[in-house]
């Protein structure tokens, strides 16, 4: 998929850009972490343009299945905010122990963002991992 076409997705839909963001950062974190333990040189996750499409379309479907839970508590969140929703998204659904919960501020009450919380699927946890090719994909 071209980088014209992500910007586009990432404009009609800013939590696929929260979401997507936070889990290769997270990856990155793992990596730094790994690589100095075991004395070698660190890989790079990539970017929100150029992880592998199959990434990219993973976030996208955790986001709609999100949004379509969520429904009427997403709708006056503005860009930035939605943006935020996704990494929280994505916090939870990795099994962090962080997310909507911890920024009641940012979506308005502590109830909201329980509420919110408690939409996230829960149960099977994604992870993010790096490919035999040195990708980021989601298990």
Do not use: N, W
């Amino acid at each position: 998929m071209q980088e014209t076409a992500r910007r586009a997705a990432f404009r009609s839909e800013p939590m696929i850009e929260g979401f997507l963001s936070c889990a290769l950062q997270d990856l990155q974190f793992m990596e730094m972490d790994e690589s100095y333990m075991e004395e070698r040189e660190e890989r790079d996750s990539g970017t929100i343009y150029t992880c592998p499409d199959e990434t990219f379309c993973r976030a996208v479907d955790e986001c709609a299945r999100f949004r379509t839970s969520a429904g009427d508590l997403l709708a006056d969140m503005s860009c930035d905010q939605l943006e935020r929703a996704g990494a929280d998204l994505y916090l939870e659904r990795a099994g962090h122990g962080a997310g909507f919960s911890d920024r009641p501020g940012i979506y308005g009450s502590q109830e909201v963002a329980d509420s919110m919380s408690s939409m996230v699927q829960k149960g099977a946890d994604i992870s993010v991992y790096f490919g035999d090719d040195g990708q980021a994909y989601f298990g």
